[in-house]
């Protein structure tokens, strides 16, 4: 019998590639979205239940009139600098709103849950790539969320039996291949749409935060995971819990880093476009290199990224970028 998976967030861009890959293989998927940042037009699989997270009642509700079996969430505040500016607001939806669907689990007897974490939670690491072990320090109110909510799950585990497996993505890049669904933020905070904006017109440049890093051509190193791998994880992720795995958490990138100069470059050959560059100040808390070492969900689940070439993800989200600037 199909298994039902509830998505908090679905309606947003990593939550709608997940929604459509699950669908794929069989599943049956409620989205849960309040569309503050998600798109209703990226909801085209499953089932649509419009709420906020904060919503207790609603929570339990969906959770047993859906026989949910296990829960996927995605539905985060996740600008770093905005965190600064307001950390009530990520304090609040991320871990306050969080600990709402956690107590709606237990009460329900919901026992898997797969979260979205972030790289964030190491803050600047003194040693690359980064493990699972490395030292966990954020320098932001974003970052700091998804750390608390790491230990808050760690309880919820050992207290209530609560399963999980928390993702630590790095750069979340691409788009589905076949442009059902893509990267879509408002403001955009994101390189590879930023430079493929400058691509298509859209804006007159791409600006350069330092080059004088201590990094092969002098510009941060990141590593971009493509969105449809992040999917597959937590495809595998749930097989994992499913079959009685206890409590994880993985780092989830390609494990190869790639410059600033070294994407907008692809994305002049995959474009064919002239991209404008130009260089400005560094940004306060950029460290110069962050890629991960994803060696542990490889041994644990057998996950392996399939789309980890630099052209492929850029140009999945060129593809993407064209169809979505020719609707709007």
Not at 183 to 199: K, N, R, S, W, Y
Not at 202 to 215: A, C, E, F, L, M
Not at 295 to 321: C, M, R, T, Y
Request: proline share 5%.
């Amino acid at each position: 019998m199909a298994k039902n998976i509830l998505i908090i967030g679905g309606a947003g861009y990593i939550g709608s590639h997940v929604n459509k890959a699950l669908t794929k293989i069989g599943f049956n998927t409620i989205v849960f979205d309040n569309f503050s940042t998600g798109h209703r037009d990226f909801v085209k699989w499953g089932k649509l239940v419009e709420g906020d997270l904060s919503n207790y009642d609603l929570l339990c509700q969906v959770l047993k009139e859906n026989g949910i079996d296990c829960v996927m969430h995605f539905a985060a505040f996740a600008y770093v600098g905005e965190s600064v500016t307001n950390p009530q607001k990520y304090y609040v939806n991320n871990v306050q709103n969080t600990i709402t669907l956690l107590n709606a689990m237990v009460a329900c007897k919901v026992d898997k849950f797969i979260f979205s974490s972030s790289c964030a939670v190491f803050g600047e690491p003194k040693e690359l790539p980064i493990t699972e072990e490395t030292p966990k320090s954020p320098i932001n109110p974003y970052g700091k969320t998804k750390l608390m909510v790491e230990s808050i799950l760690e309880d919820y585990s050992a207290a209530y039996g609560l399963k999980y497996v928390a993702l630590r993505y790095f750069n979340a890049a691409g788009a589905d291949p076949e442009s059902e669904v893509g990267e879509d933020h408002t403001p955009e905070t994101h390189l590879i749409p930023l430079v493929l904006d400058a691509a298509i017109g859209k804006r007159p440049n791409i600006q350069v935060y330092g080059s004088d890093y201590n990094t092969p051509d002098g510009t941060c190193v990141r590593d971009y995971i493509h969105v449809n791998d992040l999917a597959d994880a937590h495809i595998k992720s749930y097989e994992y819990l499913a079959k009685g795995g206890q409590s994880e958490v993985f780092n989830l990138g390609n494990g190869i880093g790639y410059s600033i100069k070294e994407i907008i470059e692809t994305a002049r050959k995959v474009t064919g476009k002239e991209i404008i560059e130009i260089l400005a100040p560094r940004r306060a808390g950029d460290p110069p290199s962050l890629y991960a070492s994803s060696v542990k969900i490889k041994n644990l689940l057998g996950w392996e990224p399939k789309f980890n070439d630099i052209n492929q993800i850029i140009s999945n989200a060129w593809e993407w970028h064209k169809k979505m600037i020719g609707n709007s």
